[in-house]
């Protein structure tokens, strides 16, 4: 046990130590001095097939690259943007102007295992520009030189061209590591949605694929987003595109409301004013037969005065009725005797040609939660999934051409219907002009829920000058359209709504880190004093507190309020879980003020013992026996 605090870790989670983790608490054995023995794994989990230069699975150029990016850790940091802003201090969401693999990296403590949907919209692969393979090579400094941040050369553009060579490998590239670490972002029933065209369609189920797992498939969807068809295409007049879906393993659909188009089906109406419809419990079509289901074929007994069914002939249950085909032979129930046994108020008896009785499951269009729900449908079509919709919402907010293609508000709408609860986080780190984060507010206002959206966009640069970058024009879409939602008369207007954004921006960290490169004595010597005093001039206190915050493993919208202990400002984080103090100078009795909180944690920066190697001794001396006296579990980190 060392007797002094340990130091707070200031680079993003390296996304492959849970899992890395999980492994070892599962086969302890197959660790040989540190290192994984992959043949001793093989025959743990019984596989002696031997090991072949063919597999099935997709490879490509730069493939075993993607995995050297995620495993390098980000030091960068989201600093605040109180200016563009809206209700900074009590909203619960965010939007993020940076590059997205990078701020995925940063998410990974704070937001791991929170996200119910993501849904992206990435770039097409058209053989166009775009920006993600190349640029970032460089990671966090190429950025900073992309957005202005350090010097001002830039990045350009390449393009994509299918004459390279490489046409799919960059875009898999870039793609693989940001679904990587979106993935560890998902609840365990959380669920991703992925806009995408024909040309990497297959490629990217492929990858989605070895990522998620095959069997978390949930549906491959077209959208019909344009009924005219586009009418430059050569062949076939292209209107739809295609929406992945996978689940993180324990998703369950919630189902959309039944259409209004069907209620034209349920043509009967019950004593209670609830439209229905009769369904026959007798399968129909394949496997129907009594030799192909035995044991569903049994009989049920109907009560011809009150229609009502049982399992036993008693009482007035006097019609025995046998599941037989239009041909007079033994068929089967839909339904097991299990389940009839339990369901026996949705079934009724009903007279057929005039003369046999038969039994019908009785189909509500309306429950006593509202309109029924069923599952959706593989295409997806209507005005509301229409790219002109998306278009016109758009234009009627920020006017004529700020956005090419937006995707429909209605299209995310739908999605959330059938996937998110009242309180879910909802993530998009392709935000483009803010749609998912537009859809989250109306569906909110439609069923008084309070579900919170994330959105990350690149500043990448657009022809306006009013709204110079895309993230601009994200955070003003949502600007504009909370103002629309705040104007109008909604469903559940009683409902206190938070429309407001916490605006963050992606730069390099509040803290220098070790140059390694730097070998020289003076560099050397000016290393050193980065071990105590590391901070970057000229950031403020809420800068770095965001940053302790992240790299705490604390949400960004974690609660904050300023305590005064001993005199000194200390941050309290979410009720008091996490205490921060930023102050130049510590003392011991500040230390005592500040175990005596009962925090989870407490972060101080190093340089505020000013080299007092005593005073560290003591300040951690103090929260052990704190924990001794009280049986709590305090910890101390300096940074």
């Known amino acids: 046990m060392t007797d002094l605090p340990e130091r707070l870790d200031l680079t993003s989670q390296n996304p492959l130590t849970d ?59 989201l600093v605040p943007m109180r200016d563009e802003s809206v209700e900074f201090d009590t909203t619960q969401n965010v939007i993020i102007e940076g590059e997205n693999l990078e701020v995925l990296k940063l998410l990974q403590k704070a937001y791991y295992g929170k996200v119910k949907l993501i849904y992206i919209d990435p770039p097409y692969n058209t053989g166009n520009e775009f920006i993600y393979p190349d640029n970032f090579r460089e990671g966090l400094s190429g950025y900073l030189r992309y957005s202005g941040q350090v010097g001002d050369d ?16 960059k875009w898999l590239s870039m793609m693989y590591p940001r679904l990587f670490l979106a993935r ?18 297959f490629n990217v189920r492929l990858l989605m694929d070895e990522l998620f797992g095959s069997e978390n498939f949930l549906g491959c969807i077209t959208v019909v987003s344009n009924l005219k068809g586009r009418s430059d295409d050569k062949y076939f007049a292209r209107c739809h595109n295609y929406l992945l879906c996978y689940a993180r393993g324990d998703f369950v659909t919630a189902g959309v409301p039944l259409p209004e188009q069907y209620w034209d089906d349920y043509p009967e109406v019950a004593d209670d004013g609830r439209r229905f419809r009769l369904q026959g419990l007798r399968k129909r079509g394949s496997n129907s037969r009594r030799e192909d289901r035995p044991r569903m074929y049994y009989p049920i007994y109907v009560d011809p005065g ?20 239009s041909d007079g032979a033994d068929g089967c129930w839909r339904w097991g005797i299990d389940t009839v046994a339990q369901r026996l108020d949705e079934l009724c008896g009903a007279r057929v040609g005039g003369k046999r009785w038969d039994v019908f499951q009785i189909d ?29 919402e758009v234009k009627r907010l920020l006017g004529k051409g700020a956005f090419s293609n937006p995707k429909p508000i209605g299209l995310v709408t739908y999605m959330l219907e059938q996937a998110t609860g009242p309180t879910d986080i909802v993530l998009d780190f392709f935000a483009g002009s803010g749609t998912t984060g537009h859809a989250v507010m109306v569906q909110n206002a439609a069923d008084g829920g309070s579900r919170r959206h994330i959105l990350v966009q690149l500043p990448e640069p657009v022809n306006n000058p009013e709204y110079p970058t895309i993230a601009a024009i994200t955070r003003e879409r949502i600007r504009r359209a909370a103002r629309v939602l705040n104007s109008e008369q909604t469903t559940l207007d009683s409902v206190e709504q938070d429309r407001g954004f916490r605006a963050f921006r992606l730069t390099s960290s509040n803290f220098s880190a070790w140059d390694g490169a730097n070998t020289s004595e003076e560099g050397v010597a000016a290393q050193l004093k980065l071990i105590s005093d590391h901070l970057v001039d000229g950031r403020s206190q809420e800068d770095i507190l965001t940053e302790l ?44 003020a500040m175990v005596e909180q009962s925090p989870a944690m407490i972060l101080v920066l190093d340089a505020g013992f000013n080299g007092n190697d005593e005073l560290k001794v003591n300040a951690l001396q103090t929260v052990r026996a704190r924990n001794q006296r009280t049986g709590s579990d305090i910890a101390l980190r300096v940074v």
């Not at 949605?193 to 990497?200: A, L, P, Q």
């Not at 009150?306 to 085909?325: C, G, I, K, W």
């Open 19 to 77: 899992r890395v983790a999980a492994l070892r608490s599962l086969f302890p054995d197959v660790f040989q001095e540190d290192k994984l023995d992959v043949d001793a794994l093989r025959r743990a989990v019984g596989d002696s097939a031997e090991t072949g230069p063919e597999r099935f699975g997709l490879n490509w150029p730069g493939k075993a690259e993607c995995m050297r990016v995620i495993q390098e850790p980000s030091i960068g940091t």
């Open 154 to 169: 830039g990045l350009p553009m390449s393009a994509n061209t299918e004459t390279d060579g490489r046409f799919h490998s």
């Open 184 to 201: 560890n972002l998902m609840r365990n029933d959380g669920v991703i949605f992925v806009s995408i065209d024909d040309v990497e369609l």
């Open 306 to 325: 009150s229609r009502s069914v049982s399992l036993s002939p008693h009482d007035a249950y006097t019609e025995e009725v046998l599941p037989r085909l």
């Open 364 to 392: 509500y269009a309306e429950t006593a939660e509202g309109t029924k729900r069923i599952i959706p449908k593989t295409v997806w079509t209507g005005p509301e999934f229409a790219n002109e919709s998306g278009t016109l």
């Open 549 to 592: 915050l992240l790299k705490a493993g604390y949400p960004l919208t974690s609660p904050t309020r300023v305590l005064s202990l001993d005199g000194v400002d200390v941050y309290s984080v979410s009720d008091g879980a996490l205490l921060v103090c930023l102050a130049a100078t510590l003392t011991i009795t500040l230390f005592e």
